[in-house]
């Protein structure tokens, strides 16, 4: 009962921060699954590259 920090929560919803910042994923304009998986998996790629090259 009442407000309970979840374990983990705050990872998914910092993942989601930074997906939210790419504007094709803002909204659901992927019409099919696999689209949409694409997107997130290209989305994440690019990402994980940005903070590759800084180091």
């Given at each position: 009962r009442g407000f309970k920090v979840l374990?983990?929560?705050?990872?998914v919803e910092r993942t989601f921060g930074?997906?939210?910042k790419y504007?094709?994923?803002s909204?659901?304009?992927e019409t099919t699954i696999e689209s949409?998986?694409?997107m997130i998996h290209?989305?994440?790629t690019r990402l994980?590259?940005?903070r590759a090259a800084r180091f």
């Open positions: 374990p983990k929560r705050w990872i930074w997906l939210s504007r094709r994923m909204k659901d304009y949409s998986t694409a290209i989305a994440m994980m590259l940005k």
